[in-house]
């Protein structure tokens, strides 16, 4: 019976890779081929009873009051609706997963929360090519996707398990705080730098969120103040989570109740919450969740502290890392997709640096190039080009 699931999937894979290689076109499929090696894992028996056992050597000791150290990290990875969107998912884990442990100079830990632990294992299997030093410094340790019994459809609202992240008290239960980041997040600074963010929360404050300026004109949802806030990236402090007045989830439902019969994502369910009570998040400069609409329309003008600072999270939202709809997002993404975890800051600088120049000389569809000129990619180079004068 096994060895007939496994033969099934083994035919669901090759399904998937043939329909990406018809519909998805050209630029999606170059990265999804790519994908094909790191996804055996998926139906190979043997590796994924190796990579059971390599789980462990991943683990390390975690002190996560020790200071300079970067908060644990959540992120959630469930098998997508149209099959060819878990292998997007995990083209973009990947190359979020190598900007982490390339940027990073301590220990993490990762939480990481899934529909399967197959899905798992093909993680681990993404970071077989580190070295040992990168390895040990990580730990990823895994949980199984949850959803109030009453309220098991939201699954599948918007993305598959992307309302995951507003049940993150209960399944993270012991956790203080932590930031939780989609799939398609690349980190463009160390993520050590997120921890006074976090301990930036006060008071009442239970969220850290950026604001999007996007042009809800039409949303039918009441949104927060001013546009949305985006949950792609969200600094949450678990435990006043847990103590919320009401309960949090209790209160989150009661608003999706609310307004169900408009509300289409996640997203929605958070902005109509905090709409009533802004006292419950922080709204934290772009740097920290930067993503098509902070640049592309110049709605919001620019972001004084990219400019000071440098974008500290790419978020490549509505699919633009592998879209062909900004080439800048998609020559950073494979950039990392493709990054040697090994290669210096002042290589990957310049390389950076030539990619996106060809993309303003060269005049290439980049509404974000557009709008900032040069400023995109000072912005988004900004720590790395510190970094390399040092080299």
Known sequence: MQRRKKFIFVLLVSFILLKVLIFVGPTNYGILKNMRNDTDILHNQNLLNGHKQYNQTLVHDYVEKEEGLAPPLVMVLCRGKDKDETLIQFAQIKAMLNSVAWLSSGPLQVHVITDTPEIFSVLLHLTRHWPEVHRSRINFTRHSTWFPSSHAHLKDLYHSCAAQKLFLPTILDSVESAVYVDTDVIFLRPPEHLSPVLGSLGGDEVLGLVHEPYPWIYHKVPLYPKGCLN??????????????????????????????????????????????????????????????????????????????????????????????QEDAFEFIFKTFLKLDVRSSVKDVASNLTSLLNRVLDEKMYSPCVEQLNENFADMVLMYLRTVAATQ
Not at 271 to 290: I, S
Not at 293 to 314: F, H, P, R, V, Y
């Open 231 to 324: 949950d792609g990236v969200m600094f949450i402090n678990l435990t006043k989570a847990r103590e919320f007045p009401g309960g949090w989830e209790r209160t989150l439902l009661r608003y999706y109740e609310k307004y169900k019969a408009v509300i289409s994502t996640d997203q929605d369910i958070l902005n109509v919450l905090l709409r009533d009570h802004p006292e419950y998040v922080r709204v934290l400069t772009p740097e920290w969740n930067y993503g098509y609409w902070q640049c592309a329309t110049g709605i919001g003008g620019i972001c004084q502290t990219c400019l000071s600072d440098g974008i500290a999270l790419l978020h490549g939202y509505n699919s633009y890392f592998v879209n062909a």
